[in-house]
T-cell receptor
Framework: EPEVTQTPSHQVTQMGQEVILRCVPI?????FYWYRQILGQKVEFLVS????????KSEIFDDQFSVERPDGSNFTLKIRSTKLEDSAMYFC????????????FGSGTRLTVV | AQSVSQHNHHVILSEAASLELGCNYS??????LFWYVQYPGQHLQLLLK??????LVKGIKGFEAEFIKSKFSFNLRKPSVQWSDTAEYFC????????????FGKGNQVVVIP
């Protein structure tokens, strides 16, 4: 069964540093998403991406965040200057044209900012 | 924007017991409804989904959910749980049309004791 792959599985970074979280969505999917889950809290929507541009973003997705699909297979989330409160599990998801087939999630990247 | 409530965040039960997890959402329009499961160390997996038609939906691993429109609910059930059902369960909704961002509930941590 096709999978969404996320790397790294764990990342520890110092406050103020930049991090890039990587995702390889399913190859024929067209819609891409980032979500995050702070420990003990809800899974929260960050951003959606379609046709090489952001189609929607939440209030969480401020100027320190950016997304990119640099080469047609990877989908990255960059956090420019990490803060302690960015510590969370970050999930990538993708889906095809037909919503009925649902979303496929990656196994997540655990980001710890120290 | 849609929101999702899940209660009884921690559930402990014995094998062969029945499980019911509540999910209520708030949104004035038409929604699609999902239940995801996350086994320890793994990615979010789709258990079942409701888009239209029969409000009683059957999913994988013996799970089912019932959409009750008048109650804005989509409760998950399994008549007889197994130890392998130990996981976190998330209810999610998205609005028909639009960008289809998912709104998640806080999750239910279910522990099944052998």
């Amino acid at each position: 069964e096709p999978e969404v792959t996320q790397t790294p599985s764990h990342q520890v970074t110092q406050m103020g540093q930049e991090v890039i979280l990587r995702c390889v969505p399913i190859s024929n999917h067209l819609y891409f998403y980032w979500y995050r889950q702070i420990l003990g809290q809800k899974v929260e929507f960050l951003v959606s991406f379609y046709n090489n541009e952001i189609s929607e973003k939440s209030e969480i997705f401020d100027d320190q965040f950016s997304v990119e699909r640099p080469d047609g297979s990877n989908f990255t989330l960059k956090i420019r200057s990490t803060k302690l409160e960015d510590s969370a599990m970050y999930f990538c998801a993708s889906r095809g044209e037909i919503l009925n087939y649902g979303y496929t999630f990656g196994s997540g990247t655990r980001l710890t900012v120290v | 924007a849609q929101s999702v409530s899940q209660h009884n965040h921690h559930v402990i039960l014995s094998e062969a017991a029945s499980l019911e997890l509540g999910c209520n959402y708030s949104y004035g329009g038409t929604v699609n409804l999902f239940w995801y499961v996350q086994y320890p160390g793994q990615h979010l997996q789709l258990l079942l989904k409701y888009f239209s038609g029969d409000p009683l939906v059957k999913g994988i691993k013996g799970f089912e959910a019932e959409f009750i429109k008048s109650k804005f609910s989509f409760n998950l059930r399994k008549p007889s749980v197994q130890w392998s059902d130990t996981a976190e369960y998330f209810c999610a909704v998205n609005a028909r049309g639009g960008n289809n961002r998912l709104a998640f509930g806080k999750g239910n941590q279910v522990v099944v004791i052998p």
